[in-house]
């Protein structure tokens, strides 16, 4: 089991930035993958950024060349760097690591509880 918690939400003009932040409650060495979802108004959930352990990321075509996502083992915390924010970026904002033996982003999944990013036109 682990909890995750994300910080650092907020009103954002477009074209400003934001730094997210999830934080495991235990070590997150063991987890070969992590990732951020959003889920907008009305819309699905849809998968943001992803990394391995090893380093190597995923990102989904409307966040390329905007975001970035690090990770910490040692301060067992992802993070999620956001630059020029566009008002079609506006989501609660979701961290998420599998559970064993499932993928990413599943029902069984651990997921945290969400932080809100509203930008502003």
């Known amino acids: 089991q682990v909890q995750l918690v994300e910080s650092g939400g907020g009103l954002v003009q477009a074209g400003g930035s934001l730094r997210l932040s999830c934080a495991a409650s235990r070590s997150i060495f063991s987890f070969n993958v992590m990732g951020w979802y959003r889920q907008a108004p009305g819309k699905q959930r849809e998968l943001v950024a992803l990394?391995?352990?090893?380093?190597?990321?995923n990102y989904a075509d409307s966040v390329k060349g905007r975001f970035t996502i690090s990770r910490d083992n040692a301060k067992n915390t992802v993070y999620l760097q956001m630059n020029s924010l566009k008002p079609e970026d506006t989501a609660i904002y979701s961290c998420?690591?599998?559970?064993?033996?499932?993928?990413?982003?599943?029902?069984?999944?651990?997921w945290g509880q969400g932080t809100q990013v509203t930008v502003s036109s």
């Open positions: 998420n690591a599998p559970a064993p033996g499932h993928g990413l982003g599943t029902s069984v999944s651990y």
């Open positions: 990394i391995y352990s090893g380093g190597t990321t």
